[in-house]
């Protein structure tokens, strides 16, 4: 029974560190005990929380003892790893290094530490797409990991192509199409060239049109009948089928830390010195796993690779031993990577400040008052019910303000006069 445990656990830890990076300090401790929590509870200091954290994937891993318990999840009831409790290892070992990775600016000497301890942990870290993280949504047909109800659908999937509110942005359209001299082969399969809904809900695409992302922050309106931007490509025809052309589809796994990730940490490890290897062939390693994916022909992903503009040019980051260049191309390729996991992309831009975002949006005004112009927002709000219930308990600097880093976010990304503050990751 001890093994379901501890895969709870790792779970707990892994939506814990989300709330977190997304929020800052949280109420965890009176929790993670397993006591009942008063109704008004203390907030917990963000670092503290990952203390936490890094201590239970410790716990767990150390403890767990695979194919010894009598009781097993199955895959009704684990709708990660279908009760494979050596995947839920890995996949404990590889969220470690992620968060070993997080504060490596903040605090090196413990992330050195914990990404070594990862690393050397039984079952170490992930070893291929089998090891993905991913939730099916229930929307799906049996066969495919769901449980064929009438709703759930891919929620990236809902937003992007039914609600129509959630577009391609500019900087993902810039960066398919400007990183390599050889346009992304991902931006084809992930993306509808835009389109009028109407042709959309027949599976027509109009392909006399480039594809276009909207400048984040730009207030140009996402009008839901537009055929201006971008949207992810689904078959409505075909709802409960997986198509490799429309990667979209409402049956759709979503990916929440997966084996490209990985190469780009590993990659990143070598580069701060915590492990012996070739920063390059990580990098490399990367990209072939996000485009190996999306099931993307060899042959393109090495001709995107070859073409890229910063291995071709006379500045080349990873021959020049250039960190600070080698670490922007390592988390620009990993953004588009993680794709479309906001929450992950967001936190790396924070953690990094790369890759270059546009700055459009802090320079025409931001729309809430507690992001000074010029500034990029750092974390969420806490929800109106914490502030009507809680209040006494937030603590003062996080209360109104999503400017407030996070403790791993070590410096802010423009200076008070919003121009771009030149990166230093290697203090």
Not at 42 to 64: G, S, T
Not at 258 to 277: H, K, M, N, S, T
Request: proline content about 4%; overall charge negative.
């Amino acid at each position: 029974m001890y093994n379901a445990y501890y895969i709870s656990r790792i779970y707990m830890a892994f939506l814990t560190v989300q709330m977190v990076d997304t929020y800052g300090p949280i109420p965890f401790s009176e929790y993670v005990r397993g006591w009942e929590a008063p109704e008004k509870v203390h907030y917990d200091d963000a670092e503290k929380v990952y203390d936490m954290c890094f201590r239970i994937l410790a716990q767990a891993v150390e403890n767990m003892r695979p194919e010894e318990c009598e009781f097993k999840f199955t895959k009704t009831e684990d709708f990660v790893y279908g009760g494979d409790e050596r995947a839920w290892m890995r996949f404990a070992n590889t969220l470690r290094l992620r968060m070993a990775m997080r504060i490596s600016v903040a605090n090196p000497e413990r992330a050195k530490r914990e990404a070594l301890a990862a690393l050397s942990a039984p079952e170490g870290v992930m070893k291929g797409q089998e090891d993905n993280m991913v939730t099916i949504p229930d929307y799906a047909p049996v066969a495919l990991g769901g449980i064929d109800s009438g709703g759930d659908e891919n929620i990236f999937a809902l937003c992007s192509t039914n609600y129509r509110d959630c577009v391609m942005s500019k900087d993902i359209e810039l960066a398919y199409k400007g990183l390599a001299d050889f346009e992304d082969p991902r931006m084809e399969i992930l993306w509808y060239r835009p389109t009028p809904y109407a042709s959309l809900e027949n599976n027509i695409e109009d392909t006399s049109k480039d594809f276009n992302g909207c400048v984040i922050g730009s207030r140009d309106i996402i009008h839901k009948e537009s055929s201006k931007h971008s949207v992810l490509r689904c078959n409505q025809t075909a709802p409960k089928v997986l198509e490799d052309m429309n990667w979209f589809g409402f049956s759709r796994e979503s990916v929440w830390l997966g084996y490209a990730e990985c190469q780009f940490l590993l990659a990143e490890a070598v580069l701060r010195g915590w492990i012996e290897g070739d920063v390059l062939e990580y990098f490399k390693s990367g990209i072939k796993a996000s485009m190996d994916y999306y099931k993307i022909l060899p042959q393109k992903t090495n001709v995107y690779i070859m073409m890229l503009h910063c291995l071709q040019d006379e500045d080349n980051p990873f021959e020049k031993n250039d960190r600070e260049g080698m670490l922007e191309q390592i988390i620009t390729q990993k953004w588009l990577a993680v794709f479309p996991n906001g929450n992950e992309a967001w936190a790396e831009f924070r953690r990094t400040d790369y890759p270059r975002l546009m700055d459009f949006q802090t320079k025409s005004g931001n729309y809430s008052s507690d992001v000074p112009q010029g500034k990029f927002i750092k974390r969420i709000r806490y929800s109106n019910s914490e502030f009507e219930h809680n209040f006494d308990n937030i603590p003062v600097k996080y209360r109104d303000s999503q400017a407030q880093r996070i403790f791993w976010d070590v410096s802010d990304t423009n200076n008070d006069q919003g121009e771009r503050v030149k990166p230093n990751n290697f203090r």
